[in-house]
């Protein structure tokens, strides 16, 4: 009871309208979607560009036509990818936003100081201060990196309004933080008591230990210092860019890797939790700081598997392959533990040729291990992989088409919405039909979407009938002459939609025993009686889609792309329940473009491409 789960950065808005400002806005300011719709309006004044530090940026964006339909993709791109540099600065590099742009100084830290940053820092700056302008200097609170500075110097002291507000906290499930968020930990546990729950591999000091490719980059660094001081060549570089900065010309530091699984594959963890440990020693004292170490033995005698041993290894930093890797010297392996042979084995190693494969061999090897070990069950089983969705036809196609016998319920997760839902892939065909050449595939797959049968009133059945009229009509691509003469220039009708849609009118207008060319194509005769109703349906559809595909073709503010894309969404979709949350985040996105316009971040117009 009276639990509240927070993500880090929720928490950290809460924490900072608790402590620095009620007046702090829901709606966080200077977010990434802000910065990007405000550097658009910025990119698109001529004046502003004009000036002498925009060189790169004036280069860039005048590299085409200014009438061509790319000036203004290239004007968004760069827009985005601006304010997502400005928000990692923003939540990584504090500092650099408080200290230096804002104060409109350059930026002084160790490897800023190159002949490549300084002209790449001008362009950045005029930016980040054009943004600056446009909140005024009245707002304290104009964006994260001010609010951080704010709330750590409240936390710095003893401050009763936290106390009163939380009790303790708990942080738990973090394998990485920004060391701006550090510091505001530390600074909360000046005042309350706070706990941090970390999973640590290791057991010993392994802070320092890299990966042999890591070593073999710094060996090569230190072989191109050496030789460049021998030739008395200038060469400046940073010094914690490496760790053979201190090492003399053409000596290696010695360099320990440990564990090289631990190497090679914790690096993320190594660094947070080298932040960690960094961070308790200069807060030791003000912090009160108490570090509990809770490292459990898997496997001490490595005798109970082979797994267990790998992961005692990792434990105590420790790697026998190099020292053991044979029992003596006649070239025998080292002999398993004791426990390995007993059941299944612990680590497997398959070579496949392809995903089908690896599944199939993923179900047989369940299969395998479920005999053998009657406890273990399907509920107790979860298969990782780096990206699921590549692999959900092969898990559908292996997993539900076994055998009654050998079928294991399984249940895919980890993907996102993008991956998972085909709603939001119809919506962005919607949003190409400008510049498609509407194949009959495409229309096929719109049509077969639920939640378009439902709004326009097709049943499975319907859609099997209407897939066969449009088939056989020979309707593949292009709306007619004209619009295949602009694709391909051709000028031809035939096969075309217009040629299909004929083919059906003709068919729909006929009587029994016509024998005629009504609009001067063969009839499709298939088309009578109850099945009328159907074609009625596909016209509505097909009207619907024809009109948007010349409407999205306009160039309008987003508060007026807002409205469009609300009718598209109302015209082509009835959703139903398993539907919802695609529909839901679509609205949130569309919400989102006109808050451009409502929020006076943008007011220009722009086209969808």
């Known amino acids: 009871a009276n639990i509240r789960y927070l993500t880090l950065s929720e928490f950290f808005w809460e924490l900072s309208r608790v402590v620095v400002s009620p007046d702090i806005p829901r709606q966080i300011p200077l977010a990434k979607a802000e910065m990007t719709w405000r550097l658009m309006g910025v ?3 001529a004046e502003f560009i004009g000036n002498s530090g925009l060189e790169p940026v004036r280069q860039y964006l005048g590299a085409d036509d200014p009438k061509d339909d790319f000036s203004d993709l290239k004007r968004y791109q760069l827009a985005r990818s601006v304010a997502d540099l400005f928000d990692q600065y923003l939540v990584y590099r504090p500092e650099w936003i408080n200290a230096s742009w804002d104060k409109d100084r350059n930026i002084k830290a160790p490897g800023s100081q190159g002949s490549s940053w300084a002209p790449a820092e001008n362009w950045q700056k005029l930016l980040w201060q054009e943004l600056q302008q446009q909140l005024g200097d009245e707002n304290d609170h104009r964006h994260r990196a001010a609010i951080h500075r704010a709330l750590c110097q409240k936390l710095d002291r003893h401050n009763p309004v936290v106390q009163r507000q939380y009790r303790r906290i708990f942080l738990f499930g973090v394998t990485s933080m920004p060391p701006a968020e550090e510091d505001v930990r530390m600074g909360l546990a000046s005042n309350i008591e706070v706990y941090l729950y970390l999973l640590n591999p290791c057991e010993m000091e392994w802070f320092d230990i890299r990966s042999a490719r890591q070593i073999s980059r710094l060996q090569k660094w230190d072989d191109v210092r050496s030789r460049a001081e021998k030739q008395e060549i200038g060469f400046k570089r940073d010094p914690q860019t490496s760790l053979l900065s201190a090492a003399p010309p053409g000596s290696v530091t010695p360099i320990e890797i440990g564990n090289p699984m631990l190497a090679g594959q914790g690096g993320q963890v190594r660094d947070f939790l080298n932040l960690v440990y960094s961070r308790m020693d200069q807060y030791l004292e003000s912090a009160a700081i108490v570090d509990e170490q809770r490292f459990e033995q898997p496997d001490s005698a490595r005798k109970l598997s082979l797994l267990s041993s790998i992961q005692q290894d990792i434990l ?17 392996p080292l002999e398993l533990p004791a426990g390995e042979g007993n059941g299944a084995p612990t680590v497997h190693i398959h070579n496949c040729h392809s995903p089908l494969r690896e599944v199939e061999v993923l179900h047989d090897q369940l299969l395998d291990l479920f005999d053998r070990n009657p406890e273990l069950n399907p509920r107790k089983v979860a298969v990782m992989m ?6 959900v036809p092969y898990i559908k196609s292996v997993f539900e088409s076994a055998t009654p016998g050998h079928r294991i319920p399984c249940h895919v997760t980890d993907r996102t919405l993008v991956e998972e839902s085909p709603v939001l892939n119809s919506f962005e065909t919607l949003l190409k039909l400008p510049e498609s050449r509407l194949p009959l595939s495409e229309i096929l797959d719109l049509l077969e979407l639920p939640a378009v049968r439902r709004k326009f009133k097709l049943d499975r059945e319907n859609y099997e009938i209407l897939k066969q009229w449009l088939i056989d009509s020979g309707a593949r691509w292009g709306l007619d002459a004209g619009h295949r003469e602009r694709e391909v220039h051709a000028a031809y009708d035939e096969f075309s939609w217009s040629f299909g849609l004929n083919r059906m ?3 729909y207008a006929m009587q029994a025993g016509d024998d005629c ?32 595909r010349e409407s999205l073709g306009n160039s309008r503010t987003p508060g007026d792309w807002k409205t469009e894309l609300t009718r598209l969404l109302d015209t082509f979709y009835a959703p139903g329940e398993a539907e919802w949350s695609a529909f839901n985040e679509l609205r949130r996105g569309i919400d989102e473009l006109g808050m451009a316009e409502t929020e006076h971040w943008y007011s220009g117009t722009l086209p969808l491409q």
């Open 43 to 45: 990119l698109g004044d």
């Open 316 to 332: 105590e930093l420790n790697f026998r392959g190099e020292i053991e890797q044979y029992a003596d010297l006649s070239g025998g």
């Open 386 to 391: 780096p990206r699921v969705a590549p692999y």
């Open 505 to 507: 009118f003709a068919g």
């Open 517 to 548: 060319m009504p609009l001067g194509v063969l009839p499709l005769d298939e088309i009578e009686g109850g099945n009328a109703g159907i074609f009625d349906s596909f016209l509505r559809f097909w009207n619907a889609l024809t009109g948007f």
